[in-house]
């Protein structure tokens, strides 16, 4: 019957049939090709066996064989499609929030569902969600959490998580009471326990609703924790009313007595504590395993998810909170992971956590409003529907601006007043309390539809009006928002020092304050958890600073790297004596203001001439450069072979399949066996041509040691190339094996622009030599590759702002100087 | 865990008003148990100062008598080898910067007004603070905590931190790993993020300016000094 109503909506949805009717006069007979063509050839095949009588089989359809799965799997598909569609309009995303469009696509799939059907087969089970839709959700946001930002805020988050939802149930189950009592609702079958009960599960803020609606939003970051992390940790005490007011109900109001209330109490500690005690010891295992697994690369990400949701299931196992369990297992896992797994590793972890969470995301919103669709859950009573939502709202508000009173007087910078509105109002519903309040007894609480219609109703109306209305609102209120900060070495090192800074004045002040206490945790953590969860190789390598410094420096190698690419100078990856030269030159420089550096520096800078002021720009570029690759010589200089090995043209050899499960390689030879096979033939016809012409043949240089399978007639443009890169680069090429006539010869000097004049498009691009870089590592090289000067001030400090004005005069005077006439540059540089 | 102060019954001190007048003669120093009438008495005379914050008169009580406890000379005034007794600071990378910022120039002695006036740094900005129009800034200011975490670094006090001064911090702050040379170029190029005016250093300006997006106000403050 599921895979009816499956095919049923693929098939409306794909080709817009309507007439479907047909299929439901017999909706129990449940084998069913899902062939979209014959949809009422019912008999044609029962899964296996049925049609092995006559011989061997050609072609057996088996959907019962696959149907589980398979169904799984169009689910999934159906809502990544979903998704694509709405974020294909970025107009729209940015008005309404992805999570209530998913919504909307739900009721929409559902409304086609029930029209093919007549029944509500799908819905958001409790088993599905909890089990394999949530926890990769709550790993993610665990892994990926701010730490010093959570635990900074940790007081207040506690604070709200814990008085806030305990506040929220009770003060919405008692006056639902309450107004039940005044006879707001007519006539329902509850009780004052069992509007606890539905309090309980209604009371907490949802993580994934929060997530989704902030994370488009970019309210400033204290804000976003407070909130993410109230919506994270409350679920510890949501599992705890929910178990203890469902045991209520069935012990019946008569027996409970104080020692039960006691008990109750104490379970929440237990459960809470122990759910977070039970992911740190996970999150531990993890730490301690990915030590040891650097011989197992593949496989490493594996046990992060494997683990994570093994404390997931030990704590449902133990009934102990689970979302804390594998909220702290992502928390306390992070620092050592990252630093202990492969780098690649480590974003493939990052890669499939993202992936993993936003599909599961997509799916629980998409199937938050399939579930909508379905008449028997839909018990409509005014009062208690109505009155529910505007107690959420309103109890939300008191009980947030009641706490933020509070902490502020506590708190070092207070929530501010604006702050503390659109916290009330990001007081979203969702799945969690959904998948509650379908958790409920049927047989002791009465009215369990109306409450998960209710239910229902309350995550629709946050999730959807409140989301769409988050947006405008924090504008309205110029809620500060996050800042987009760039990654500088000076900002890092001076937190460092107001860290230190702060935790003196503690000591001296003789205070026990927030910064001394992170300061012994910090100092425990070095000396005790670093040790045993960390490798020693990384642990002795990490420094923050310098890890900032060393990313700056790969940020810069990149672009610098992709200029050079870009525009075919790549020469200094080759050859080193430029660095050398570079560095050496300003250590002179240096060296000789270092004395009194402050007096004689500027005197000194004005005092150069314009050429030096503009070497020395690149030269710190340069230079950087070069101490990166001293610092981290081995990194680089894999970097440097793989570089080289990736361009160089793999022999035939290589070029076999080669499969391995335990190795990760993207198989280019196609393209290189096209880029070969098309140079092949452009030179051809370009020698074609050229005899044709009446060109002379061009000179044979005799002496190269690499051989050169591709081109015979290539070495003369080689050879011109390169001079002209001298000419404007002015560095020296060592390692290219040049002919004797290759430089000096100046016969070869005239016909340089000539022939660059001549020169068809299709050759334009035509250059190798016998390294014979593919064609990937020059693309778009221009036929006079312009000065490295130009290259070197990527990184654009405001200094060099007026550099780039100034190295490019003299870069343009350059190209009119040539051919090469070696520059003073090129002087200064040898 | 931090000691909250009862925030209604505070005597109103003038914190500011101490760190004007940072060149009048030293009241005498109270007894060693310090009742609150005899703290408050040499500060309650500049009551009457217009702008101000409040900080709460058990907070002075108990710095004083923090003061009087890491005072063993029982002078009245701190030494530096008084600060260097506390353990933690020996542990601590910046322990002998910070110590040395609570010394004017060319002065070993320090007393409870120049203590409060170095701590004074550290208090929180508060709104009612920013209303206020002020003779002078605060010392909490902005300004003055930028100036503060600067004066760690400029030792010479030419108001510029020279490639030789930020290396000093550096070396402090890192780990015995990284090289001379590593850190150097760690220094150059830090230099060169901030370096507006190409003196390969940074003056106080291109401090402020490069530090512009830093919370420093949030950064650079304890709560308990309120």
Redesign the interface.
């Known amino acids: 019957q599921g895979f009816f109503t499956l095919v049923n909506s693929l098939v409306t949805v794909s080709c817009g049939a309507v007439d479907r009717d047909v299929q439901q006069t017999r909706p129990d007979s449940r084998p069913e090709p899902p062939s979209e063509s014959t949809p009422n050839q019912s008999h044609a095949d029962h899964g296996h066996g049925s049609s092995a009588v006559g011989g061997i089989p050609v072609v057996t359809f088996k959907w019962h064989h696959v149907e589980t799965p398979y169904q799984v799997a169009l689910w999934i598909l159906v809502a990544g499609l979903a998704k694509l569609v709405i974020e294909a309009n970025h107009h729209v995303t940015n008005v309404i929030p992805e999570s209530a469009l998913l919504i909307c696509f739900g009721f929409i799939l559902g409304g086609i569902i029930w029209g093919a059907d007549k029944v509500q087969t799908f819905k958001l089970n409790p088993t599905v969600f909890f089990f394999y839709l949530l926890p990769q959700i709550i790993l993610d946001t665990g892994y990926s959490m701010p730490n010093k930002l959570f635990f900074g805020n940790m007081g207040a988050i506690l604070v709200y998580a814990v008085i806030g939802t305990c506040w929220n149930a009770a003060s919405l189950g008692l006056s639902l009471w309450g107004c039940h009592q005044g006879g707001a609702m007519g006539d329902l079958d509850i009780g004052l326990l069992q509007y606890l009960l539905f309090g309980s599960l209604i009371a907490a803020v949802d993580p994934v609703a929060v997530i989704a609606v902030f994370e488009q939003v970019h309210v400033n970051e204290v804000l976003f924790i407070l909130v993410f992390g109230e919506s994270l940790l409350n679920d510890g005490v949501t599992v705890v009313l929910f178990n203890v007011f469902d045991a209520f109900v069935s012990l019946g109001g008569a027996r409970i007595n104080a020692v039960e209330i006691i008990k109750g109490i104490i379970s929440f500690f237990v459960v809470a504590f122990g759910g977070s005690l039970l992911g740190l010891v996970f999150g531990l295992l993890i730490s301690l395993l990915t030590k040891v697994t650097q011989k197992v690369k593949i496989i490493e990400p594996a046990f992060v998810f494997v683990l994570g949701y093994l404390s997931y299931l030990t704590a449902e196992m133990l009934s102990l909170s689970s979302i804390l369990s594998i909220t702290f297992c992502g928390v306390s896992c992070q620092k050592y992971i990252n630093a202990n797994m492969a780098e690649s590793s480590v974003s493939t972890v990052r890669y499939v956590m993202k992936v993993f969470a936003n599909g599961s995301e997509t799916i629980i919103f998409v199937f938050l409003g399939i579930s909508a669709i379905d008449t028997e859950i839909w018990v409509w009573n005014t009062g208690f529907i109505l009155l529910t939502l505007f107690f959420i709202f309103v109890y939300r508000i008191i009980g947030v601006f009641f706490l933020t009173w509070i902490l502020n007087?506590?708190?070092?910078?207070p929530v501010e007043f604006i702050d503390q509105v659109i916290m009330s109002y990001g007081g979203l519903r969702g799945a969690v309390a959904y998948g509650l309040a379908t958790l409920l007894n049927e047989s002791k609480i009465k009215e369990k539809n109306l409450m998960i219609c209710t239910t229902l109703l309350v995550v629709y109306f946050t999730v959807i009006l409140q989301g769409i209305t988050m947006k405008p609102l924090v504008n309205w209120l110029k809620v500060k928002k996050a800042?987009v900060?760039e990654l500088?070495?000076?900002?890092k090192?001076?937190?460092?020092?107001?860290d230190?800074?702060?935790?003196?004045?503690?000591?001296?002040?003789?205070?026990?304050?927030?910064?001394y206490?992170r300061?012994k945790w910090n100092?425990f953590e070095e000396r005790w958890m670093t040790r045993i969860l960390m490798k020693k190789s990384v642990r002795?390598?990490?420094?923050c600073?310098?890890k900032v410094?060393h990313q700056?420096n790969l940020k810069d190698a990149m672009s610098y790297v992709a200029e050079g690419e870009r525009r075919g100078s790549l020469e200094f990856v080759r050859n080193e004596s430029a660095f050398i030269d570079f560095k050496k030159k300003f250590v002179d420089d240096c060296s000789g203001?270092?004395p009194d550096?402050?007096a004689c520096?500027?005197d000194d800078?004005s005092a150069m001439s314009s050429m030096s002021r503009i070497d020395q720009v690149p030269s710190?570029s340069l230079?950087?450069h070069e101490?990166?690759m001293?610092?981290v010589r081995e990194t680089e200089d894999i970097n440097t072979h793989h570089l080289l090995q990736q361009h160089l043209y793999k022999g035939r050899k290589q070029h076999r399949h080669r499969y391995s499960r335990s190795h990760f390689n993207v198989n280019k030879d196609e393209n290189e066996v096209q880029e070969i096979f098309q140079r092949t033939m452009r030179n051809r016809l370009e020698s074609f041509k050229s005899a044709k012409m009446g060109v002379s043949p061009p000179k044979k240089i005799s002496k190269h040691t690499k051989k050169d399978q591709q081109q015979k007639n290539g070495k003369r443009y080689f050879s011109e190339r390169i001079k002209s890169m001298i000419g404007n680069v002015c560095i020296p090429l060592t390692p290219f094996p040049l002919g004797p006539a290759g430089i000096e010869n100046p016969a070869y000097i005239p016909d340089l622009d000539p022939m660059a004049a001549e020169i068809p498009p299709w050759l334009a691009e035509y250059d190798a030599g016998p390294v014979a870089p593919s064609q990937r590592a020059q693309l778009r090289l221009p036929w006079t590759p312009s000065d490295l000067g130009r290259l070197a001030p990527l990184?654009i400090?405001?200094?060099s702002n007026d550099s780039f004005a100034q190295a490019d005069a003299p870069a343009a005077q350059q190209k009119d100087d040539e051919p090469p006439t070696p520059s003073k540059r090129d002087g200064r540089n040898m | 865990l931090a000691k909250s102060c009862p925030g209604q019954e505070t005597v109103t001190l003038y914190l500011r008003g101490v760190a004007l007048r940072g060149r009048r003669p030293r009241p005498a120093p109270p007894s060693t148990s310090p009742p609150p009438a005899s703290t408050s008495h040499p500060i309650k005379q500049e009551d009457n100062l217009t702008e101000t914050r409040l900080v709460s008169h058990s907070q002075i009580t108990r710095l004083y008598s923090r003061f009087t406890s890491l005072d063993k000379g029982e002078n009245g005034t701190l030494s530096r080898e008084d600060f260097q007794r506390i353990p933690e600071l020996a542990i601590n990378p910046l322990g002998d910067r910070i110590i040395n910022a609570f010394f004017p120039e060319g002065e070993d002695q320090v007393n409870f007004r120049g203590f409060m006036r170095i701590l004074a740094h550290f208090r929180p900005i508060e709104d009612n603070e920013k209303k206020s129009v002020a003779v002078s800034e605060p010392l909490n200011s902005r300004t003055n905590k930028l100036l503060f975490a600067f004066r760690l670094y400029d030792l010479d006090r030419d108001d510029k931190i020279s490639r030789e001064e930020l290396l000093q911090v550096l070396r402090m702050m890192v780990g015995v790993n990284i090289s001379d040379d590593q850190l150097g170029s760690i220094a150059d190029r830090t230099i060169q993020e901030a370096d507006t005016n190409g003196d390969n250093s940074i003056s106080f300006n291109e401090f402020i300016k490069v530090l512009e997006k830093v919370d420093v106000e949030q950064k650079m403050s304890i709560r308990f000094l309120h």
């Open positions: 007087r506590y708190r070092l910078v800042a900060s500088t070495l000076i900002e090192l001076q937190s460092k020092v107001f230190h800074m702060l935790v003196a004045i503690e000591d001296i002040s003789g205070q026990i304050g927030h910064n206490m300061d100092q002795k390598s990490r420094d600073v310098f410094f700056l203001a270092m550096i402050t520096m500027s800078y710190v230079e950087m101490q990166n001293k610092g990184r400090s405001t200094r």
